[in-house]
């Protein structure tokens, strides 16, 4: 067989095996044998570079981070769809098609979509390759995200068959529950904000620079619409429900739950049964789309200035409930963070119990007045993280007091401190029982010092037993004191429920830690848990510098010539380095062996970081990050600050009642970004 023919089949085979495990959910051979066949195609394509073509399975990440999207314009505007709320609502729409339709009480055939909370994305093939893939943007016009798009597992680089010429799909992009869940437990772990819900997180994905994290990121995909820009549609293509079965014969993925509804009536029992049905699914529906089968009768109704006249969405009931606030406590975080949450009466919202929810800061407590014994309107915010939404002043009790934030730390009672420009208070006492708790867990994360068996309940332990009170003194803890550890169980109410010691897990940590003590330089930096030091910037401190001991010592300006390291993180380790008691931690972690320089080898100049070249002007309050974390953000990813907007900005970042700032930007054409959108990039 010659390398050409050999080239075509291995293609075409992985192809259809890609289709079976990410679209079908039903593979044919093992992940042993798929990876054979994929090492095998990049084997050959390496020794035949002049052979390798873009939709080769090979070529999903080909490029490296772009510096921004260009726009790009849609072949036929991508319509928002008119909502329905109720049943009401539902019937009307259904009236309303009758009508146009000149259709008297003779029954519509409509397809019930589910309707998927993720990105819109409008997919280009041209002769069957996909060429292009954009976001909806403003419904005309969206941003070319072609080389995030080709990471997208699901979607196919090349279709099966398929109609020749130029093609637009539509469908949605999105992250599934399982995924979300991952990314957030790892942005935890290494101390990053965490997402709100699968959709923020989805969308900010694709709006990342740099496609190797797209693809990291396994992001789900479905397809729903063909248009086929002025061309008349096949003769098989005469209903909705046949371009779902070409789509899906094409390879593309087509959302299995979908129906064909006769009448109105089949429609509104579909929407009944979802509201609650879609609790199981692996992905997050906010409604159901209701479409007109018929492709000739949607001809004939045709479209408003802003909707199709042929489709409406319906939206399930909002995840809101009431219940009554019992409490405002706080909790406090690893760097001393003092931060109030709400305490509930237990009530079910969307599948689960509540019984408390974040409240943010004190600030936002304020503003909303919320009170101990009010009854609040609680939500799920995309299904996942309860958020307290107002409270109801009808019910308030007579005795209610505004809430007043605590002077001092909830765990340690030293005085909170609140930085200038934060809205956070912060206990600052470094030997915070509360601290040195989320501290610990830290130090022995995965990402950090990596002790495995080191969880919060054995953390726990060890501190409540006094046997740890700072880092080192885990370097100190004999084998023996760890296996006669007596430990709550895990499962109170399992019969086998009785506290037991800890035995050979104990034994198992005590070779963990020991193991830890030949970790990277890189590691321990980062489990110090020193401010705006995330795994990044860490890694490229101890590379760059090479000990302990000139990290500690190095001054702010030795610091900021570093790549990749700006004002902050250098004021942020060089007074971390300052501290007596930091040193004195880490004299002591020598002392017990633990390693003090880098095993990297030495770098040149490290490669430039994803906003390498990129300058920001921040400007007003954002959401929920301070400036120093949104500068600290971008430093660490190597773009620099600046305290003015000019022509050479490359972004301005703007939150509420931002001002003149935001004013100079627009006048000058340069791009604004929320908060969300900042996230996007700093992913
Ligand atoms: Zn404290």
Redesign the pocket.
């Known amino acids: 067989m010659d390398v050409l023919t050999r080239l075509q089949l291995l293609r075409e085979q992985i192809r259809h095996h890609e289709n079976c495990y990410y679209v079908l959910a039903a593979p044919e051979i093992s992940d042993e044998e798929f990876d054979r066949l994929l090492h095998e195609l990049e084997k050959l394509e390496s020794e035949h570079p002049d052979l390798v073509t873009e939709d080769s399975p090979t070529q999903r990440v080909a490029g490296r981070p772009t510096a921004s999207f260009p726009t790009v314009e849609h072949i036929a505007p991508m319509l928002s769809l008119d909502n329905a709320y109720n049943e009401a609502e539902l019937r009307a729409f259904d009236e309303r098609v009758r009508k146009g339709a000149g259709l008297g009480d003779a029954a519509v055939d409509y397809v019930a979509e589910l309707k998927i909370d993720g990105l819109s994305i409008a997919l280009t093939y041209q002769e069957g390759r996909l060429v292009r893939g954009a976001t909806r943007g403003d419904g005309t016009r969206g941003e070319d995200v072609t080389a995030n798009v080709r990471t997208i597992r699901p979607i196919p680089l090349a279709l099966k068959g398929g109609p020749t010429g130029r093609m637009e799909v539509r469908g949605e992009v999105f992250l599934p529950r399982a995924a979300f869940a991952r990314i957030n437990k790892e942005r935890e772990d290494a101390g990053e904000p965490l997402f709100a819900n699968p959709r923020n997180a989805a969308a900010g994905t694709m709006r990342n620079l740099d496609p190797a994290l797209v693809a990291k990121r396994q992001l789900g995909a479905f397809s729903y619409q063909v248009v086929l820009s002025g061309r008349e549609p096949p003769q098989d293509m005469q209903k909705h429900r046949d371009a779902l079965r070409a789509l899906a014969a094409w390879g593309l993925p087509v959302e299995r739950h979908h129906q064909r509804c006769s009448g109105i009536d089949e429609v509104v029992a579909f929407c009944e049964r979802w509201a609650e049905g879609r609790l199981a699914l692996d992905f997050d529906t906010d409604g159901v789309v209701i479409k007109v089968d018929d492709l000739a009768l949607r001809e004939r109704l045709g479209t408003t200035a802003k909707f199709p006249r042929w489709a409406t969405a319906f939206k399930f009931p909002a995840q809101q409930a009431h219940t009554k606030l019992r409490r405002i406590e706080v909790n406090?975080g690893r760097t001393?963070a003092?931060t109030p949450y709400a305490v509930l009466e237990p009530v079910f919202v969307a599948g689960s119990t509540i019984s408390m929810a974040t409240l943010h800061n004190a600030d936002d407590i304020a503003r909303k007045d919320l009170r101990e014994g009010d009854t609040v309107v609680i939500e799920k915010a995309g299904d996942v993280i309860p958020r307290v939404v107002a409270p109801i002043l009808a019910l308030r009790p007579a005795d209610a007091v505004p809430w007043v934030m605590p002077t001092r730390?909830?765990?340690?009672?030293?005085e909170?401190v609140r930085d200038e420009d934060e809205v956070v208070w912060r206990?600052?006492?470094s030997s915070?029982?509360?601290?040195l708790r989320r501290s610990l867990e830290h130090f022995a994360s995965r990402s950090a010092m990596n002790i495995e068996g080191l969880g919060e309940s054995l953390v726990e332990q060890v501190i409540e037993q006094g046997l740890v009170r700072d880092f080192a003194d885990l370097y100190h803890l004999a084998s023996a004191q760890l296996e006669n550890l007596v430990v709550a169980p895990r499962d109170p109410k399992s019969a086998r429920a009785v506290p037991r010691k800890l035995g050979k897990v104990g034994r198992n940590v005590f070779a963990e830690i020991e193991r830890s003590k030949s970790n990277d330089l890189s590691r321990l930096v980062y489990a110090l848990g020193i401010r705006h030091v995330g795994e990044k910037a860490a890694a490229t401190l101890s590379r760059h510098l090479r000990t302990m001991a000139a990290i500690l010592d190095a001054p702010v300006e030795a610091l900021q010539t570093i790549p990749d390291v700006g004002p902050v993180v250098a004021a942020s380790v060089r007074s971390f380095g300052h501290e007596p008691r930091n040193r004195a931690v880490i004299d002591k972690l020598a002392a017990a062996g633990v390693n003090m320089a880098s095993q990297q080898p030495e770098v040149d100049e490290g490669a430039p970081g994803p906003l390498a070249g990129k300058t920001f002007v921040l400007t007003g309050t954002l959401p929920t990050m301070t400036r120093e974390e949104a500068t600290a953000a971008i430093e660490e990813r190597g773009g620099k600050v600046a305290g003015s907007v000019s022509k050479k900005t490359s972004y301005v970042v703007a939150g509420e009642e931002a001002g003149s700032k935001l004013e100079k930007a627009r006048a000058l054409g340069i791009p604004i970004l929320t908060e969300e959108g900042f996230r996007g990039l700093i992913i």
Do not use: K, M, T
């Open positions: 406090v001393g003092n730390c909830r765990a340690c009672d030293s909170l206990c600052d006492n915070c029982p509360a601290r």
